[in-house]
Every structure is written in C-alpha cells, then in structure tokens.
C-alpha cells in the first residue's frame, strides 16, 4: 500500500480488526520509509453499479460520495461515525445485490431518506431538504410537519 505521506510504494500492517458492523477490515499501517501510520479499509464490493441520474447521465457507484451527502446531513447532530458507517454499507450492500447494474439516484436518494428517518429526524429533515430541493421555507414547513405527524403515529 502506497504511503500516503511520502508516496513510498511499501507499508507494514501493524492491526487489524473488522469494522462496519463486520462488512469491512480496518488495518493500520506503518510506512517502512518514512514511519507515518495511516489507516485503510477493505470492504467488499459485489458487482460494479452505475447510477442513473435525473439528466440521465451516468457515473460509477460511488460509496465516499453516499458517505459525505450522509455525514454533511448528520452534521452536529450527535449521530456517531459508525451509525453512518452502518447506514452507508446497508445502502451500498442494497445497491450491490439489487440484481441490476443500474440504479436511478431517485432510489438512492429514498433509501438514505428511509435510512435517515430512523436515525435523526433533522438529518432526514436537512437530506431531503436538499434531495427534494427545497427552495422556500415554506417548503421545510410542510415537510418538518409531515415528519413531526408521522413521529406521533
């Protein structure tokens, strides 16, 4: 593994343990050149998905992206690293046994919504405000009491 402090090309492992409610290997390195330590993942990946977006472009699955939309939404919010950890590699293991090798973002987008919505009312409240595209505050209203009648259900 390449150090990503000096760019030499050889690291040692000095630990290993399982991460992400198992689905991935979180190793410790230490370059044998300069001495940085540096983690890494290894994570399974099942089949190469592309996602189909609104303009019908197409990119690659993209799991640092899923992971930043959903970390940006749970942003001072008291939601733990593994909590997205765990709702990203449910999302990706979805996406990857769907069966298809495509995968329109609008599902996506509603299988983090559904994720959200059992973590933390205000990040599923800040993702769709962003998902759906929110643009008056009149927008949020409707949706927050949407959310505030669900809870009382």
Known sequence: MRCPFCAHDDSQVKDSRPAEDNAAIR?????????ARFTTFERVQLRDVTVVKSDDKREAFDRSKLEQSVTLACRKRGVTQEQID???SGIQRQV??????????TRIGEMVMDGLRQIDSVAY??????YRDFSEARDFEEFASTVQEAAKD
Do not use: P
Request: proline share 0%; aromatic share 4%.
């Open 27 to 35: 190793r410790r390195r230490q370059c044998s050149k300069c001495g």
């Open 86 to 88: 765990q709702l990203v």
């Open 96 to 105: 990857e046994t769907a069966g298809e090798g495509e995968i329109a973002s």
């Open 125 to 130: 409240i800040r993702f769709a405000s962003v």
